[in-house]
């Protein structure tokens, strides 16, 4: 595998973060996989810019109200 190939890894979500994430994704008009690989780089370069992850508290399960 070269170094510019894409790493596959396995990924659970809870069915709420899923279904989240999917809608997000049919807005942006990304599949779900391009918004997860989205929202991931957009969080490295918040790191890199502010020296900290974005939320803060990484390890606390979000809230979600979804209907």
């Known amino acids: ?3 510019n190939a894409k790493k596959q890894v ?3 979500l809870s069915p709420k973060l899923y279904a ?3 809608a997000w994704a049919e ?3 990304r599949s ?3 918004q997860i ?3 991931l780089t957009e969080c490295v370069k918040q790191r890199k ?4 992850p974005v939320p803060h508290e ?5 809230e979600f109200d979804i209907k």
Do not use: C, H, Q, T
């Not at 990484?58 to 979000?62: A, R, T």
């Open 1 to 3: 595998m070269s170094d």
């Open 10 to 12: 396995p990924l659970r």
């Open 20 to 22: 989240a994430i999917a």
């Open 27 to 29: 807005d942006d008009f």
């Open 32 to 34: 779900l996989n391009g």
């Open 37 to 39: 690989e989205y929202l």
């Open 49 to 52: 810019k502010n020296g900290s």
């Open 58 to 62: 990484l390890d606390v399960s979000p």
